[in-house]
């Protein structure tokens, strides 16, 4: 059995990383701009060069009415709530993975809202067909959503929610174990004119448009936690991490706090 011993003479970190776009904001975005109808290569900059975003992106611009999102889950997730608002009938697949990864809940709650989705193999689960916009939005606009379900569900339901004859008043049954991603979800919204709040524990959003303009995504604070445990271990750390914000929408900047336990200094 071979064994590899690494060794260093010192244990200081020093170096200026730029880090990679937001994963999560990015898909929200592109979303957000699709619906409105505009070219994201206008408005965005910046954006994650993950596989989920790197599809998503493919899959908004490309013509045609099948769609395969792969391993994209973000990517799958949001495109169902997205597809139901677009006229015609469109088939979303994915990877055999996919296709065991229940989107019942997402589909129930789309349903509700007079979408026309249909399972083509097995209930609850990838591919799905879905139909023309014709209800969708008419039967109601008041969803209620098991809190504990994916926080991808909960955003692929607001953003489409500016677009539904009445807008959209979603409803948590329990406690929001994902909150953090759905305040980053309305902030995207906001950021693009659409009017979204918290009415005690529901969410409610206005019928309106998006309005497009431009936006740098930022970098992404996931990414930046393993610099930071890097720093915990080090003796000395003169880190320069590029494109994090100060004001980040992602919950994950309560790191720079959390850090401090270990001494890590975070400054701009």
Partial sequence: MEVLHLSKP?????GHIALDGSKSLSNRALIVLALAGADPADWLSHLSTSKDTVTLQRLLAQPGDEYDAGDAGTTFRFLTAYLATRPGVQVLTGSARMRE??????????RTLGADIQFLEKDGYPP????????LGKKTRVIHVEAGVSSQFLSALLMIGPYLPEGLELVPEGRLVSRPYIEMTMRMMRYFGASVDWQAENIVVRPGVYQPRPLRIEADWSAASYWYAL?????TVELTLEGLSDDSWQGDAVLRQMMEK???ETVG
């Fill in 10 to 14: 010192d244990r200081a970190l020093r």
């Fill in 101 to 110: 990864r229940p989107v019942g809940a997402l589909v129930q709650a789309l």
């Fill in 128 to 135: 799905l067909r879905i139909g023309e916009p014709d209800h």
């Fill in 231 to 235: 720093a915990a271990l080090a003796e």
């Fill in 262 to 264: 270990f001494g890590i």
